[in-house]
C-alpha cells in the first residue's frame, strides 16, 4: 500500500523552510517536523515515522520531474499555435520578436542537470 502525503507552505513559513534547507536542515527533518506537528492521527502518523532516509527527497524529485515532463508537453503544444502566429499579417512581427528573444536567451543559458 502507498499513501501520499503532501504539506503546502506559503508566505513566512515556506520562507522559513527554505532558510532552513539552506542552512543545511535535510528535507526529511522537515517533514518529520511538521509531520509530527500535524493534526494526522496518530496511526496515520506511525506510517510515515519509519520512512527511510532519504525517500522524502526522493518523492520530491520524482514529483517535480513528472510537472517538468507536463511542462515540456505543453510547449509542444504550443508550437503549431506559434508558427501559425509567425504568419499572422497582424501580429506576425511581434511574435518573430517574442521567439527571437527566447532563442536568444536559450542560446545564453548554462543549463544544469543533477545525476541521481
Not at 513566512?12 to 542552512?23: D, E, N, T
Not at 517535480?64 to 501559425?84: E, F, G, H, N, P
Request: glycine letters at 4%.
Amino acid at each position: 500500500m502507498h499513501l501520499r502525503l503532501e504539506f503546502e507552505f506559503k508566505g513566512k513559513v515556506a520562507k522559513g523552510i527554505w532558510f532552513a534547507l539552506q542552512s543545511k536542515n535535510s528535507v526529511d527533518e522537515i517533514f518529520q517536523h511538521y509531520l509530527a506537528k500535524s493534526a494526522l492521527p496518530d496511526y496515520v502518523k506511525a506510517y510515515y515515522y519509519d520512512v527511510e532516509d532519504g525517500a522524502t527527497a526522493f518523492a520530491i524529485r520524482q514529483e517535480i520531474a513528472k510537472t517538468d515532463a507536463k511542462k515540456l508537453t505543453w510547449l509542444y503544444s504550443c508550437d503549431a499555435s506559434v508558427r501559425q502566429a509567425l504568419y499572422n499579417h497582424n501580429i506576425g512581427s511581434e511574435v518573430q520578436a517574442l521567439v527571437m528573444s527566447w532563442a536568444n536567451e536559450a542560446a545564453n543559458v548554462d543549463i544544469i542537470r543533477e545525476h541521481d
